[in-house]
């Protein structure tokens, strides 16, 4: 599967924004759709992932509360809620996808399609 994210940009802190990631092909469904963001200098980090069907979420703790992840198969399409976004959540945001039955995977490497990448910059 091929996956094209969008929605980044330059924003205010307290701001809100929404990444989209739009996967190709019919599979899309059998996959588990993840967002893992980089800011500079750092390693990639887990940030959402949310379930085949899009009952089920997981996040990274520091971020449940404030990010919101979904997915609308028909459309082919896995979403990102981010607000109150701070400076610190400034970095690239990448879509990924994975096959693998890991519950609560938060590694980079058990995903194996990933999109471009999105930038995302808060200021404050």
């Known amino acids: 599967v091929q996956l094209q994210a969008s929605g980044g940009g330059l924003v205010q802190a307290g701001n809100s924004l929404r990444l989209s990631c739009v996967g190709s092909?019919?599979?899309?469904?059998?996959?588990?759709m993840g967002w893992f963001r980089q800011a500079p200098e750092k390693e990639r980090e887990f940030v959402a992932a949310?379930?085949?069907?899009?009952?089920?979420?997981h996040y990274r703790t520091s971020l449940e509360g404030r990010f919101a992840i979904s997915r609308d198969n028909a459309e082919n399409t896995v979403y990102l809620q981010m607000n109150s976004l701070k400076p610190e959540d400034t970095a690239v945001y990448y879509c990924?996808?994975?096959?693998?039955?890991?519950?609560?995977?938060?590694?980079?490497?058990?995903?194996?399609?990933w999109g471009q990448g999105t930038l995302v910059t808060v200021s404050s």
């Open positions: 990924a996808a994975r096959s693998l039955f890991k519950p609560n995977s938060t590694s980079p490497y058990d995903y194996v399609y």
């Open positions: 092909g019919r599979t899309f469904s059998t996959f588990v």
């Open positions: 949310v379930s085949k069907s899009g009952k089920s979420t």
